[in-house]
């Protein structure tokens, strides 16, 4: 578990999977309009909990680490995680959030933003951590810029969302050791 003044991230476990559908259903048309159309056995408690599952087996094989924003109260109240992530030469990754919108505003992402990158360059021993934004999201944008990322270009159509190659503003932070 890591933690900053008012939140905290930690893995996501087994237990945490009625708070991530809660999470996902309440916010269902605001996360939508950043990310893939999602089907309806999405909503389930089921698909929840497999994609817990799932997100350990894959923090096993160093491929992802999917980690929960929890308030001091314990509530879920977003999520926030680092996918795509390559060894070898690279020893990269890219990171992805949602916050619950009643949450948008008070720093929560940025903070958690920041408690990944020390993860990811203090126990993962990465050396990039890149992200990708709509460039109309400001607000993710800034999310990102107070957490140290710098801005780098523009990849173009390059995330299908919404049935819709969108660009992207990219993003990104390196280990401050290397």
């Given at each position: 578990m890591m933690k900053s003044e008012s939140i905290y991230i930690r893995p996501f476990l087994p237990s945490d999977a009625a708070a991530l559908l809660e999470l996902q259903f309440a916010n269902r048309d605001f996360f939508?309009?950043?990310?893939?159309?999602?089907?309806?056995?999405?909503?389930?408690?089921?698909?929840?909990?497999?994609?817990?599952?799932?997100?350990?087996?894959?923090s096993q094989n160093?491929?992802?680490?999917?980690?929960?924003i929890f308030t001091y109260d314990d509530n879920l109240i977003g999520t926030i995680n680092l996918f795509h992530v390559m060894r070898g030469s690279l020893q990269s990754?890219?990171?992805?959030?949602f916050l619950d919108k009643k949450h948008n505003g008070k720093g929560y992402t940025t903070e958690a933003a920041k408690l990944?990158?020390?993860?990811?360059?203090?126990?993962?021993?990465?050396?990039?951590?890149?992200?990708?934004v709509m460039?109309?999201?400001?607000?993710?944008?800034?999310?990102?810029?107070?957490?140290?990322?710098?801005?780098?270009?523009?990849?173009?159509?390059?995330?299908?969302?919404n049935g819709k190659w969108e660009d992207h503003q990219v993003l990104a932070i390196?280990?401050?050791?290397d």
């Open positions: 939508q309009r950043f990310s893939m159309e999602r089907s309806e056995d999405f909503y389930t408690l089921e698909t929840q909990f497999n994609r817990i599952q799932f997100y350990q087996e894959d160093d491929q992802s680490y999917n980690f929960g990754a890219f990171i992805g959030y990944m990158a020390e993860y990811a360059f203090n126990e993962l021993n990465l050396h990039r951590i890149e992200a990708g460039p109309h999201n400001i607000g993710s944008i800034r999310v990102l810029e107070k957490a140290g990322f710098h801005k780098e270009g523009i990849a173009v159509k390059n995330v299908r969302i390196i280990n401050p050791r």
